[in-house]
């Protein structure tokens, strides 16, 4: 058991390495190649080039996750086109932004390693298995930002694991971050990082119960304060052309519901895409009582399924022609991923709780 | 031509790879529902490969007395099979035809910029302008925000900013894209 565990996780690890500095240098439509990865671009070439920007008050409404415009956060390119700057010319910024996904990867790996409570070879194999579909390969390569929301999410369920088993202050700074730069990176961000807390408070049952309620108000804090910075940038801009958002709150279509269904199980059930990775992820969580991990998956599609049922119908021809449901699936799959490898929140009949 | 790739929107229209990578991104990958309108005999050797090798591993399994996850874990990675087999070898962005595609890609992103600069030319640097899209291909209206970006500073107009200046854009081929300005 060891053995496989050690292979499968040098495995894995070279997987992402190799997979992220082979990643093509090809411009891919919209989102990546047509805003962020030319801006990261742009920031390696002139230093400061994409603050510049937000002066034009062409950028600052795409820079609005909170209205649905998704684009990532100035705080992307600016990083990645820093990062670039230290590599050779020929290393594209799509590439550094590969390198960043699997480096956040590696890091989850190894940060579940250290922290499941039961069986660390068994949690390795599976992370290592989960890692290792189709549909991640092609997509870490692409420089799409959906696995860093996955992996950002993923990381703030570890880091409110970590608050409740000690609550020191790195513990606590580390659950800041995460949160941050959760609700952050993307508009989903913020629905994972409110399902995490909700998985998270809900089924640490080892844990006191008074433990777990001031843990989830403090991220729930901090998931509200970085939503209302978004609204406090609103305020502060004059004559900011903002975009309309992409939800329409009085136009609920409960026949959006079943479509959505429908499209999640095509899509989950597709093995040309995912192998069999969720049938998987949820014959362990039943299994092994990872509740959590069934709360996490559960309320993320839940939550999503709203966001659907109130936004534009040509949503669901999205979902249906595969252009944004299964980049979803992707992101819900990882930020579970520690839940089901078996990080913190156990629920173990028995076991003692922690005052 | 691949059956996967040949009508993947049920229009009849039939995509070059370049327009596939361009249309599709990340976000087609390898679905079968998307990309193949009729069984490809090569997802279907691949599947029944996963199955053998499935079956493999599970008699294995079984045979040593291993625990169960062990063949579930083996299971799973069998039922990759065909999707890394589509990643690998038949999708349009496969590693091996990434050389290619990336100068096609690059090639179309040049063609775009070139007639959009050439459209702006006459406009002052920091010029805002408005493209409006004209007996477009909807396949090739995605690589339009790449060029657009590359026109820095003169930059896409977002909402009603006074100073904008509509431009005409055409391109149904990747080797052919015009602009003009409407006055």
């Known amino acids: ?40 671009e742009l920031e390696r070439a002139h230093t400061g080039a994409t603050v510049n920007l937000l002066r034009t008050r062409e950028t600052l409404p795409l820079l609005l996750p909170w209205l649905g415009v998704h684009r990532h956060p100035v705080a992307g390119p600016m990083v990645v086109g820093w990062l670039a700057r230290l ?47 189709p549909f991640l390969f ?37 659950v800041g971050l995460a949160g941050t730069f959760l609700v952050q990176l993307k508009l989903e961000g913020t629905v994972h990082a409110v399902v995490g807390v909700v998985a998270v408070a809900c089924c640490a049952t080892d844990v006191a119960l008074g433990r777990r309620v001031r843990v989830a108000g403090v991220t729930f804090a901090i998931i509200g304060i970085n939503l209302a910075a978004w609204q406090l940038t609103l305020r502060l801009v004059p004559d900011s052309p903002l975009p309309p958002g992409i939800f329409y709150w009085d136009q609920f279509r409960p026949a959006a519901l079943p479509q959505y269904v429908f499209h999640v199980v095509r899509h989950a059930i597709d093995y040309a895409t995912w192998g069999f990775v969720w049938p998987l992820v949820f014959a362990v969580a039943i299994t092994t009582r990872r509740w959590a991990a069934l709360v996490s998956f559960g309320g993320a599609l839940t939550a999503f399924a709203f966001c659907y049922a109130v936004g534009p119908p040509v949503m669901i021809v999205w979902a249906a022609s595969g252009i944004q449901l299964n980049r979803l699936l992707l992101e819900i799959l990882i930020a579970g991923l520690p839940l089901i490898a078996g990080v913190g929140a156990s629920s173990r009949p028995g076991a003692s709780s922690v005052a | 031509m691949n059956p996967c790739f040949a009508d993947p929107l049920g229009r009849g229209v039939a995509l070059s790879t370049l327009a596939q990578v361009l249309l599709d991104g990340a976000n087609g990958v390898a679905q079968a529902q998307r990309l193949c309108t009729s069984l490809d005999p090569r997802l279907v050797a691949a599947s029944a490969a ?15 007395g291993s625990r169960w996850w062990l063949a579930a874990i083996a299971t799973v990675v069998a039922s990759y099979t065909p999707g890394w087999i589509h990643a690998l070898a038949l999708r349009a962005d496969r590693p091996a035809a990434q050389a290619v595609l990336t100068d096609d890609v690059a090639a179309a992103r040049t063609t775009y910029t070139n007639a959009m600069r050439s459209a702006l030319a006459s406009t002052p640097p920091a010029t805002c302008f408005v493209p409006e899209f004209r007996d477009t291909c909807v396949e090739f209206s995605g690589i339009y925000l790449p060029a657009a970006a590359d026109l820095w500073p003169r930059h896409r107009c977002i909402g009603g900013e006074s100073s904008a200046v509509t431009v005409a854009v055409s391109a149904c081929s990747p080797t052919r894209a015009e602009a003009r300005i409407i006055p």
Not at chain 1, 5 to 33: G, H, I, K
């Open chain 1, 138 to 174: 092609v997509h870490l390569r692409t420089g799409y930002i959906d696995l860093t929301v996955g992996a950002a999410a993923a990381l703030l369920v570890i880091a409110m694991m970590d608050v409740l088993r000690r609550p020191r202050r790195i513990a606590w700074l580390a």
């Open chain 1, 87 to 133: 590599a050779p010319l020929t290393v594209t910024a799509a590439r550094i932004a590969a390198l960043r996904d699997a480096a956040l990867l590696v890091l989850l790996l190894a940060l579940i390693r250290r922290r499941v409570d039961r069986d660390v070879n068994r949690a390795t194999l599976l992370s290592a298995v989960v890692l290792a579909c």
């Open chain 1, 1 to 40: 058991m060891t053995v496989f565990s050690r292979v499968a996780l040098f495995a894995c690890v070279a997987f992402l390495v190799v997979t992220a500095l082979t990643a093509p240098n090809v411009a891919y439509e919209y989102d990546a190649a047509g805003w962020w990865i030319p801006r990261a």
């Open chain 2, 50 to 64: 996963a199955l053998v090798v499935l079956l493999a591993f599970l008699v294995r399994a079984v045979r040593r």
